[in-house]
């Protein structure tokens, strides 16, 4: 079993900064693909951004490529998401998830481990 607990998320203001941490139990994280998904009110839940298990490659989704940031620090089963550039439209929950296997996916049915979220409000 892993528990992910998130952390970070706040209100900032359209054009700053935030650093999402997700830190997570369970002697087995570096095995693990990480992934950041998020849901905003009304609307399903989308995928952020994943990283491989040993930190090698990263992937974004299309609104995310050039402003959010993904990594990982396996020595200390934590996994970040740094937003920069934030719009409002970014406002949402944020959620940590972990795959047991070292395949990406950008799909959240794919994830076995779930956070309960952090809130991220962005106001223009």
């Known amino acids: 079993q892993v528990q992910l607990v998130e952390s970070g998320g706040g209100l900032v203001q359209a054009g700053g900064s935030l650093r999402l941490s997700c830190a997570a139990s369970?002697?087995?994280?570096?095995?693990?693909?990480m992934g950041w998904f998020r849901q905003a009110p009304g609307k399903e839940r989308e995928f952020v951004a994943a990283i491989s298990w040993s930190g090698g490659s990263t992937y974004y989704t299309d609104s995310g490529k050039g402003r959010f940031t993904i990594s990982r620090d396996n020595a200390k089963n934590t996994v970040y998401l740094q937003m920069n550039l934030l719009k409002p439209s970014d406002t949402a929950v944020y959620y940590c998830a972990a795959r047991r296997s070292r395949l990406y996916s950008n799909y959240g049915g794919d994830y076995d481990y779930w956070g309960q979220g952090t809130q991220v409000t962005v106001s223009s």
């Open positions: 369970g002697r087995t994280f570096g095995s693990y693909v």
